[in-house]
Nanobody, 125 residues
Framework: QVHLVESGGGSVQAGGSLRLSCAAS????????MGWFRQAPGKEREFVAA????????YYADSVKGRFTISGDNAKNTVYLQMNSLKPDDTAVYYC??????????????????WGQGTQVTVSS
């Protein structure tokens, strides 16, 4: 099993920045890819960003490309999401997820096997 804990959410004004962290514990050696998803009230959960275990490959949703950066520290078993130039539309609960090496579809939430509890990000105009 893998346990994920997010932190770093909060409230910020439009144009501001936040950095989310996701600490993994347990059988972290089985993780193939880490991802961030978000869910706004009344909307479906959507893909934000993903990173391969090696860190060589990163993926972003078009809506955050150029503003958000995903990175990882394998020594700390932690993945980060640096969010800059935040917009009110970025308001959502952000979830960290871990995928086992069984599928390469990085943008589909059903392809992830473990999830954190989520952290709220609120961007005011």
């Amino acid at each position: 099993q893998v346990h994920l804990v997010e932190s770093g959410g909060g409230s910020v004004q439009a144009g501001g920045s936040l950095r989310l962290s996701c600490a993994a514990s347990g059988r972290t050696f089985i993780i193939y890819r880490m991802g961030w998803f978000r869910q706004a009230p009344g909307k479906e959960r959507e893909f934000v960003a993903a990173i391969s275990r090696s860190g060589d490959s990163t993926y972003y949703a078009d809506s955050v490309k150029g503003r958000f950066t995903i990175s990882g520290d394998n020594a700390k078993n932690t993945v980060y999401l640096q969010m800059n130039s935040l917009k009110p539309d970025d308001t959502a609960v952000y979830y960290c997820a871990a995928a086992l090496p069984r599928d390469t579809t990085y943008y589909v939430s059903e392809k992830y096997d473990y999830w954190g509890q989520g952290t709220q990000v609120t961007v005011s105009s």
